[in-house]
């Protein structure tokens, strides 16, 4: 990256630049931080006419629909602005040609994997219908995870748009692009060719010294193949065929380099692919907040308290950086070293101060300015960057302009011979008095802005006796603020504040960097932060995170080895760890050692607990044998002899602990009876591979051929079982907890599912798609868990299909445990480690139970009532109370709407042209109407204005969506308008303005005209919500949450969105906003501070496809009410005092003086969870 030139600008929308990452005839590539300090990559493409801009939209919205595999991600595209920009996702890391000129060519498996990333991302660009056209080693970034493609900036949709002007690197140019044919898909397999070839290599294998030559040498082209093994010889050769129409697919490259030929397809095949290619790492450069903080760390404490003065001096008031003089810093050792420190690593710059502002341009003494020391920020985006800086920049937001004007006034007047008529006066001066002395936070006022601001308020004094006595008030607050002991007693009081705020927000992110490999520590250190600085965002967000992080616990053996064999119990609470003829027991809750014993031996391959954690199984070189954990004492002789060589699989016992199987095979376990020693065995002899907890049926599913096999242990004879699958199909088997249902994999060449089926009649109870399914079945009394080999944790409620979690987790926990009675999942790693994440979400049902299917729901305002569509019918709820109102309304329904004091709900069906107006106190239709547009056949969304007497009702037909009507609910009287629009509605709160459909439209709601959509307002398709006094309201949509004015003239900030919004809410104070997001999340943002808060609620989902949900705060705010489509409602604790007492109580401790000596050796010990 070099440094920004004089003619960039500092930021583009809600993206401050840090440097160029390069330019060309295409445009200009940034590094560049958005405002939650996420690192983005900005390209500004060159726009020369109308047509060039409306095809840069057309391939930015293809560009965006290519899947995050092996690519990076388009995050968002502004076209809709003077200058147009497309920002996508930042890869860390060099790009290939500087990965192979520095450590040479690829060979073998790091070829391979190379290939395999490359190929995984051309299939996700051409599933998207998108070709890439500039595939280079330029554009390939070894990542720190894998091989990334990037620069989408000459990517085009695939069809007309393929054809037109050559773009790209002619030496990775196909041959039919060169002779004016157009790029197809099949251009980008011959470009990923000459990638494969480049690796293997180290040379371009078309040299391209000039255009013409690389024209000549592509259309001449023959490949030099030595070197490469197949399948990759075979396959590159395919790809560089002379006729497009021969040359293999991106997928179908990809499936022959895994060897899965009619294999996955789509999202699968590619996770595969990004998977197999995740261990070709390049190194990772850190982004500018990490070079500032480490820095920050290496600073003295005294220079850390001025280091807040230093910087904000150097932010003007809009946000962008500044020059400032020596002169207007403290004059002080510690300032000096600060600058020198940031300067030294590139961040703080040096200049000239003749050009710092206009006031220096005018001052008498322009000689002395034009030689004197200047300082800004050398990378603007630092402000984002760093979250240091950016939460100095939002607490003293408003204060930012005000002491701006203040410098600048002060340096006039003391240029100008510190004349009077320069002194601020009126309300300048009361509002600059007012921030000095009550307002000011992070900056001490120099002396000559002191001496500016008494003169100032002097003169005031003597020039009106009335305004004297308001300027005199303040002017002693000002004084007071300095401190009745001195400026140097208010500074060390200030430094012992920012000492605080700045360990609360250092703790904060420790806590963030350690919620997954210490989760105590890190609900500990939030509450520790939160009680040193309980106003800040960062405080209160660390506080909600510890109460919503997924990991609770986490354990591991102090004396692991990688030959310790290791066994858990059933539940996961009790953990045996053998190692060299020694047996300890740890209680994994207490992280406490109960019981050790020896003897056992050294050749110990497999262990197993009994579920009462009394009795020990171990398999060593030559049988199996059973020790009483409480005597260390062998229990019997030895059995299941002649095992042989180790074999993969887990050893366990069944629920009763009778019952112990042993592996043998591949996958393949034995069923043995431990009280007589006997091996299990179905009516033909074939040993079982599965048994239910009272022996009465068993499966067999790796002797023999056909299909698997059920059995009735009992009569000793074969059921009937085909549904069942082949044998080889079947690679894991296990019965339920009640012995009434079966779970299994199911391994097909195309597809692998987890199914669990009840007994004997087979019916399908889930039927999942699992990806490359791992061997890795878990179960509980009301849980199946399974865990792919990819990385993600599926768990399905027994009784029905229901996920109920779905998450990828650090990697596969071999064995888990699901623990019904604590409702934690434990999860083993196989290194000694055992970690405990919470699952009491997956316990939460909905409130009308009994209900096979939903039509979704809505909470009222206060979060007071609820309004749920069950199947043909409608429930309303009192939340309150947890009481239905009323009976359930027939009638099938799935739009709702409540009025403003929640007295009424509104009730529409998409299908359906009826629409009712219930009364919520006793659940009485009070009005029944169809809409009145004839075309219509369903109701898409429904709004009451803020009055309650005209409720907006948007309807769909055949056709699509149609104008909206607005019903006037007192006459029955209907307004047409002019606008087209379904789905989400919302009044402004004065009732002067409708906001209406996904991509928002704007409605005079006096006479239903349409009014005109802003500039940048219609990139934006998510959902919205005004603030309660009108004041702002929030878009979701384009990665990001987009704050306006109420006018919906123009947009006043941005929030660092994190995931897809499904639904937004304000708290009735105005100051925080809720977003339900895709993988039922719940996050929260402080909207003074532009801070994210943090993450309240956890659904267990991966992000993914968003799910519809409703939230409302409580009258108090200290509450927030959500509700999913299935009805499943929850209560999240706001009041941070209520969720401090929750987190302690979460994490059962309090910090060690160990704990307490390396995280805050500055603070005098308190107790943080007494």
Not at 258 to 276: C, I, N, S, V
Not at 284 to 298: K, R
Not at 720 to 736: I, M, N, S, T
Not at 1161 to 1168: L, N, Y
Request: with cysteine; proline share 6%.
């Amino acid at each position: 990256m070099v440094p920004l030139a004089p003619s960039d600008p500092q930021r583009l929308g809600r993206y401050w630049l840090a440097g160029r990452l390069g330019a060309g005839g295409q445009g200009v590539v940034y590094e560049a931080y958005g405002e939650g300090g996420e690192r983005v990559a900005v390209k500004v493409p060159r726009v020369d006419d109308p047509a060039s801009r409306s095809r840069l939209a057309a391939e930015a919205a293809a560009a965006q629909r290519v899947a995050s595999f092996c690519t990076a991600r388009v995050v968002e595209a502004r076209l809709d602005v003077a200058e147009p920009y497309i920002v996508s996702e930042f890869v860390p890391g060099p790009n290939l040609r500087q990965v192979i000129g520095a450590t040479g060519p690829y060979e073998g498996d790091a070829l391979r994997r190379l290939a395999v990333g490359v190929a995984t991302a051309l299939a996700a660009i051409h599933q998207a219908g998108v070709v890439h056209r500039d595939l280079k080693p330029d554009n390939i970034i070894l990542g720190p995870d894998g091989p990334r493609v990037i620069d989408f900036g000459v990517a085009r949709q695939v069809g007309p748009t393929t054809t037109g002007p050559i773009m790209g690197t002619p030496g990775y140019m196909a041959p039919e692009v060169l002779t004016g044919r157009g790029a197809t898909a099949a251009a980008d397999v011959w470009a990923w060719a000459l990638v494969v070839l480049f690796s293997a290599s180290g040379r371009d294998a078309v040299q391209s010294q000039d255009p013409m030559t690389a024209i000549g040498g592509v259309l001449g082209f023959r490949p030099d193949l030595h070197g490469l093994a197949e399948p990759l010889s075979g396959l590159v050769a395919a790809a560089l065929s002379r006729d497009p129409a021969r040359r293999p697919s991106a997928r179908g490259i990809l499936l022959g380099l895994l060897g899965l030929l009619g294999g996955p397809d789509g999202d699968d095949l590619l996770t595969e692919g990004g998977a197999e290619a995740a261990s070709l790492k390049g190194p990772a450069d850190p982004d500018l907040g990490t070079i500032a903080e480490e820095l920050f760390d290496e600073l003295s404490e005294r220079e850390r308290a001025v280091a807040p003065e230093v910087f904000l001096r150097m932010v003007d008031g809009d946000g962008t950086i500044r020059r400032v003089s020596r002169s207007e810093l403290l004059d002080s050792a510690d300032v000096d070293a600060l600058l020198a420190l940031y300067g030294a690593a590139g961040l703080i710059a040096e200049a000239d101060s003749e050009a710092d502002s206009e006031a220096d341009s005018e001052a008498d003494s322009e000689a002395e300015a034009a030689v004197a020391s200047a300082y800004t920020l050398a990378r603007p985006a630092l402000i984002q960057a760093w979250p240091r800086l950016r939460q100095w920049v939002a607490d003293n937001r408003e204060g930012l302009p005000v002491h701006r004007r203040l410098t600048e006034a002060a340096r006039f007047w003391d240029g100008h011979g510190r004349k009077p008529g320069d002194l601020l006066h009126g309300s300048n001066l009361d509002r600059t008095l007012r921030w000095a002395a009550t307002e000011r936070r992070d900056i001490t006022l120099l002396e000559l802005e002191r001496e500016f601001l008494d003169a100032a308020a002097g003169q005031s004094r003597r020039q009106s006796r009335r305004r004297g006595l308001l300027a005199a008030t303040l002017a002693v607050l000002l004084v007071a603020a300095l401190g009745g002991l001195g400026l140097a007693e208010y500074r060390r009081g200030v430094s012992d504040r920012q000492r605080d705020e700045a360990t609360a927000r250092s703790l904060a992110l420790r806590a963030a960097g350690l919620r997954e490999s210490d989760p105590g520590l890190a609900m500990l250190l939030s509450v520790a932060a939160w009680r040193l600085a309980p106003a800040r965002p960062e405080s209160r967000g660390a506080l909600y995170e510890s109460l919503s992080q997924l990991m609770i616990d986490s354990f591991t053996d102090p004396h692991a080895s990688p030959d310790t064999v290791y066994a858990l119990t059933r539940d996961g609470r009790a953990l045996a760890a053998v190692l060299g003829g020694q047996v300890r027991l740890w209680d994994v809750r207490e992280h406490r050692q109960t019981r050790a014993f020896s003897g056992v031996g050294t050749t110990i391959r497999k262990a197993a607990l009994s579920p009462d954690g009394r009795t020990l199984a171990l398999q060593d070189d030559r049988n199996v044998r059973l020790w009483d954990v409480t005597t260390g004492r062998p229990a019997g002789g030895g059995f299941a002899a002649g095992v042989g060589e180790f074999q993969p699989g887990e050893m366990t016992f069944d629920r009763t602990g009778r019952l112990l199987a042993v592996p043998e095979g591949d996958y393949a376990a034995r069923w043995w009876d431990v009280t007589g020693r006997t091996r299990l065995r179905a009516g033909s002899g074939a040993p079982l591979d599965a048994v239910n907890a009272d022996r009465s049926l068993g499966v067999v599913s790796s002797t023999g051929g056909g299909r698997a096999e059920l059995w009735d242990l009992r009569k000793g004879r074969r059921v009937p079982a085909p549904w069942l699958p082949l044998k080889h199909r079947l690679d894991d088997v296990e019965f339920g907890e009640d012995g009434r249902t079966l779970a299994f994999v199911v391994n097909r060449p195309s597809e692998r599912k987890v199914q669990v089926r009840r007994l004997p009649s087979g019916d399908l109870v889930t039927d999942y798609l699992a990806g490359v399914a791992g061997r890795r079945i878990a179960s509980s009394a009301r849980f199946t868990a399974h865990w792919s080999l990819l990385g993600e944790l599926a768990v399905h409620r027994s009784g029905d299909r229901h996920i109920v979690m779905e998450r990828r987790l650090p990697e596969a926990p071999d064995p888990l445990r699901i623990d019904e009675a604590d409702r934690v999942l434990r999860v083993a790693t196989g290194r000694g480690r055992i970690d405990t994440l919470d699952i009491s979400p997956m316990f939460d049902s909905p409130v009308a139970a009994g209900v096979s299917s939903y039509g979704g729901a809505l909470l009222g305002p206060g979060g007071r009532t609820l309004a749920i569509g069950t199947g043909d019918e409608t429930r309303l709820w009192d939340v309150r109370d947890a009481r239905q109102v009323g009976a359930p309304l027939a009638g099938r329904a799935n739009v709702f709407a409540f009025s403003p004091d929640g007295g009424r709900v509104a009730i529409g069906d998409r299908t359906g042209r009826r629409v009712r107006v219930v009364e919520m106190s006793s659940g009485r239709p009070l009005t029944v109407f169809e809409v009145a547009t004839r075309r219509a056949t369903g109701v898409d969304g429904l709004a009451f204005s803020p009055d309650g007497g005209t409720l907006a009702v948007a309807v769909s037909g055949r056709d699509g969506i149609l104008p909206l009507e607005l019903r006037n609910l007192k006459t029955g009287a209907v307004t047409r308008t002019d606008v087209a629009a379904g789905g989400s509605m919302a009044f402004r709160p004065d009732g002067g303005l409708l906001v209406a459909g996904s991509v928002p439209e704007l409605v005079d709601p006096a006479d239903g005209s349409r009014r005109p959509r802003p500039e940048g307002l219609g990139s934006l398709s998510g959902p919205y919500a005004f603030r309660p006094d009108g004041g702002l309201v929030a878009f979701s949509g384009s990665g990001r949450i987009s704050l306006w004015n109420p006018a919906l003239t123009s947009a006043v900030g941005d929030l660092p969105a994190v995931g897809e919004s499904t639904f937004l809410a304000w708290s009735p104070d105005g100051r925080t906003l809720a977003s339900y997001e895709s993988g039922d999340r719940i996050r929260l943002w402080d909207v003074p501070s532009r801070q994210l808060l943090g993450v309240v609620f956890d659904g267990l989902a991966e992000p993914g496809f968003p799910r519809s949900a409703s939230m409302a705060f409580s009258a108090d705010g200290g509450t927030l009410y959500s509700v999913t489509a299935e009805g499943v409602m929850r209560r999240h604790l706001l009041d941070e005092g209520r969720v401090m007492v929750a987190v302690c109580a979460r994490t059962g401790r309090t910090m060690t003086p160990r704990e307490w000596r390396l995280h805050l050796p500055e603070i005098q010990r308190f107790e943080v969870c007494g």
